[in-house]
Protein backbone atom coordinates (compact mmCIF):
# COMPACT_ATOMS: atom_id res chain seq x y z
CA UNK A 1 0.00 0.00 0.00
CA UNK A 2 1.45 3.29 -0.92
CA UNK A 3 0.66 6.09 1.75
CA UNK A 4 1.74 9.48 0.90
CA UNK A 5 2.30 10.86 4.51
CA UNK A 6 2.51 8.30 7.47
CA UNK A 7 2.29 11.52 10.08
CA UNK A 8 -0.76 13.92 7.68
CA UNK A 9 -4.24 12.40 8.13
CA UNK A 10 -7.45 13.80 6.98
CA UNK A 11 -9.05 14.31 9.42
CA UNK A 12 -13.23 13.68 9.23
CA UNK A 13 -16.40 13.75 11.88
CA UNK A 14 -19.80 12.46 11.55
CA UNK A 15 -22.86 13.62 13.64
CA UNK A 16 -25.45 11.17 14.84
CA UNK A 17 -28.48 14.09 15.22
CA UNK A 18 -30.97 12.75 18.02
CA UNK A 19 -34.30 14.01 17.85
CA UNK A 20 -36.55 14.06 20.95
CA UNK A 21 -38.03 11.40 19.38
CA UNK A 22 -35.79 9.31 19.07
CA UNK A 23 -35.22 9.23 15.43
CA UNK A 24 -32.26 9.98 14.02
CA UNK A 25 -30.97 11.34 10.69
CA UNK A 26 -29.49 9.91 7.76
CA UNK A 27 -28.48 11.71 4.32
CA UNK A 28 -28.16 10.07 0.63
CA UNK A 29 -25.25 10.97 -1.31
CA UNK A 30 -25.65 12.24 -5.16
CA UNK A 31 -25.16 9.95 -7.81
CA UNK A 32 -22.28 11.67 -9.39
CA UNK A 33 -20.30 11.32 -6.07
CA UNK A 34 -16.96 9.89 -6.45
CA UNK A 35 -17.40 7.89 -3.00
CA UNK A 36 -20.55 5.90 -2.43
CA UNK A 37 -22.63 7.13 -5.44
CA UNK A 38 -26.43 7.19 -3.99
CA UNK A 39 -25.77 5.51 -0.68
CA UNK A 40 -26.87 6.24 2.90
CA UNK A 41 -24.62 8.13 5.12
CA UNK A 42 -24.02 10.34 8.27
CA UNK A 43 -24.07 14.36 7.67
CA UNK A 44 -20.71 15.22 8.44
CA UNK A 45 -16.79 16.29 6.69
CA UNK A 46 -13.26 17.41 7.13
CA UNK A 47 -11.57 19.36 9.47
CA UNK A 48 -10.12 22.28 8.27
CA UNK A 49 -7.85 24.83 9.73
CA UNK A 50 -10.01 27.48 9.13
CA UNK A 51 -12.18 25.84 11.85
CA UNK A 52 -9.80 27.16 14.81
CA UNK A 53 -7.41 29.67 12.40
CA UNK A 54 -9.86 32.42 12.48
CA UNK A 55 -10.47 32.02 15.82
CA UNK A 56 -8.63 33.12 19.26
CA UNK A 57 -6.15 30.89 20.66
CA UNK A 58 -5.82 30.99 24.14
CA UNK A 59 -2.58 32.29 26.28
CA UNK A 60 -0.68 29.19 24.73
CA UNK A 61 -1.79 29.92 21.40
CA UNK A 62 -3.75 26.30 21.07
CA UNK A 63 -7.32 26.33 20.12
CA UNK A 64 -9.97 23.88 22.19
CA UNK A 65 -12.77 22.05 20.93
CA UNK A 66 -11.82 22.63 17.43
CA UNK A 67 -13.80 18.67 16.39
CA UNK A 68 -16.70 20.22 17.75
CA UNK A 69 -16.99 23.08 16.10
CA UNK A 70 -16.04 21.70 12.99
CA UNK A 71 -19.13 19.54 13.38
CA UNK A 72 -21.24 22.09 13.88
CA UNK A 73 -20.11 24.12 11.28
CA UNK A 74 -20.67 20.92 9.29
CA UNK A 75 -23.68 19.60 9.37
CA UNK A 76 -25.13 23.27 9.03
CA UNK A 77 -23.72 23.50 6.31
CA UNK A 78 -24.88 19.52 5.18
CA UNK A 79 -28.13 20.07 6.81
CA UNK A 80 -29.27 23.68 7.98
CA UNK A 81 -29.43 21.79 10.91
CA UNK A 82 -27.93 23.47 14.66
CA UNK A 83 -26.92 21.03 17.17
CA UNK A 84 -25.97 20.80 20.84
CA UNK A 85 -24.79 18.05 23.26
CA UNK A 86 -21.68 16.91 20.93
CA UNK A 87 -20.68 13.53 22.53
CA UNK A 88 -17.74 11.48 21.29
CA UNK A 89 -19.08 7.94 20.21
CA UNK A 90 -16.08 6.25 18.09
CA UNK A 91 -13.20 6.89 16.01
CA UNK A 92 -11.98 4.29 12.81
CA UNK A 93 -8.95 5.06 10.95
CA UNK A 94 -8.15 3.75 6.84
CA UNK A 95 -5.80 4.66 4.16
CA UNK A 96 -7.91 5.64 1.12
CA UNK A 97 -7.73 4.45 -2.48
CA UNK A 98 -5.22 7.62 -3.03
CA UNK A 99 -2.54 6.86 -0.58
CA UNK A 100 -4.21 9.33 2.14
CA UNK A 101 -4.88 7.92 5.90
CA UNK A 102 -7.81 8.60 7.31
CA UNK A 103 -9.38 9.55 10.94
CA UNK A 104 -12.85 9.51 11.30
CA UNK A 105 -14.37 10.72 14.42
CA UNK A 106 -17.96 9.56 14.90
CA UNK A 107 -20.14 11.61 17.96
CA UNK A 108 -24.04 11.72 19.16
CA UNK A 109 -25.51 15.12 19.40
CA UNK A 110 -28.87 16.27 19.95
CA UNK A 111 -30.83 18.36 17.10
CA UNK A 112 -31.54 21.97 18.54
CA UNK A 113 -33.26 23.93 15.91
CA UNK A 114 -33.59 24.35 12.24
CA UNK A 115 -35.19 22.79 8.94
CA UNK A 116 -33.57 19.95 6.78
CA UNK A 117 -31.65 21.77 3.63
CA UNK A 118 -29.72 19.88 1.99
CA UNK A 119 -26.97 20.20 -0.40
CA UNK A 120 -26.24 19.50 -4.40
CA UNK A 121 -24.18 16.35 -2.99
CA UNK A 122 -27.22 14.98 -0.60
CA UNK A 123 -30.62 14.61 -2.15
CA UNK A 124 -32.56 13.00 0.11
CA UNK A 125 -32.71 12.41 3.99
CA UNK A 126 -34.77 10.46 6.31
CA UNK A 127 -35.49 10.48 9.95
CA UNK A 128 -35.25 7.13 11.28
CA UNK A 129 -35.20 4.82 14.14
CA UNK A 130 -32.62 1.89 14.68
CA UNK A 131 -35.12 -0.58 13.27
CA UNK A 132 -35.80 1.38 10.10
CA UNK A 133 -32.61 2.26 9.61
CA UNK A 134 -32.21 -1.74 7.96
CA UNK A 135 -34.13 -0.86 5.16
CA UNK A 136 -31.80 1.93 3.70
CA UNK A 137 -28.61 1.38 1.63
CA UNK A 138 -26.16 2.47 4.41
CA UNK A 139 -22.55 2.34 3.56
CA UNK A 140 -20.38 -0.08 5.54
CA UNK A 141 -20.27 0.23 9.25
CA UNK A 142 -22.86 3.52 9.58
CA UNK A 143 -25.27 0.52 10.56
CA UNK A 144 -23.12 -0.96 13.67
CA UNK A 145 -22.38 2.82 14.55
CA UNK A 146 -26.18 3.35 14.74
CA UNK A 147 -26.46 0.33 17.07
CA UNK A 148 -23.78 1.75 19.54
CA UNK A 149 -25.23 5.33 19.35
CA UNK A 150 -28.53 4.53 20.62
CA UNK A 151 -27.30 2.21 22.91
CA UNK A 152 -25.49 5.38 24.14
CA UNK A 153 -28.50 7.48 24.14
CA UNK A 154 -30.08 4.71 26.51
CA UNK A 155 -32.52 3.58 24.01
CA UNK A 156 -33.41 -0.51 24.17
CA UNK A 157 -31.31 -2.47 21.37
CA UNK A 158 -33.30 -5.46 19.88
CA UNK A 159 -31.31 -7.35 16.92
Known sequence: ???????????????KI????????????????????????????????DDYLNLIPNSDGLWYNVLEKALKRE???ETNLEVENVDYLIDMAFIRGDGIPTLIVACTCDFKVGLVKLPPELTDCAWVNLEEAKNYDL??????????AFK?????IYV
Open 152 to 156: KKGYQ
Open 75 to 77: LKE
Open 1 to 15: MDIKDKKSHYISITG
Open 139 to 148: IMGVYEELQL
Open 18 to 49: FRSDGRVLIVKRAPNEKNYPNRWILPGGKLTT
